[in-house]
Nanobody
Framework: QVRVVESGGGLVQPGGSLKLSCAASGSISVVYDMGWYRQAPNLRELVATITNSGETTYAESMKERFTISRDNAKNTVYLQMNNLKPEDTDVYYC?????????????WGQGTRVTVSS
């Protein structure tokens, strides 16, 4: 059984920073790419992804303010969010593509809420 658990959300003022974490655990053979998404109305949109070799992709609107990183030894991915804006308020979800022998599939966390407000 695999668990993907996010943490680090909360309330922050505009211009502030937060760092989200997401850890995968369980009967894992390999963790491939990991990513962060957020739940816009009627759409789960990409924030950033990172491969297990460290290659990253970002949504264009967030690449200047957000940084994704990972610790492969801990099967953990992070999202450093700086200069947060009210429009960044959302539930942020972690996705991990995981091999649980012999299958490979995406696992999602339950989400962590980020609220940017004064």
């Amino acid at each position: 059984q695999v668990r993907v658990v996010e943490s680090g959300g909360g309330l922050v003022q505009p211009g502030g920073s937060l760092k989200l974490s997401c850890a995968a655990s369980g009967s894992i053979s390999v963790v491939y790419d990991m990513g962060w998404y957020r739940q816009a109305p009627n759409l789960r949109e990409l924030v950033a992804t990172i491969t297990n070799s460290g290659e990253t992709t970002y949504a264009e609107s967030m690449k200047e303010r957000f940084t994704i990183s990972r610790d492969n030894a801990k099967n953990t991915v992070y999202l450093q969010m700086n200069n947060l804006k009210p429009e960044d308020t959302d539930v942020y979800y972690c996705r991990a593509r995981i091999r649980v022998f012999p299958n490979i599939r995406d696992y999602w966390g339950q989400g962590t809420r980020v609220t940017v407000s004064s």
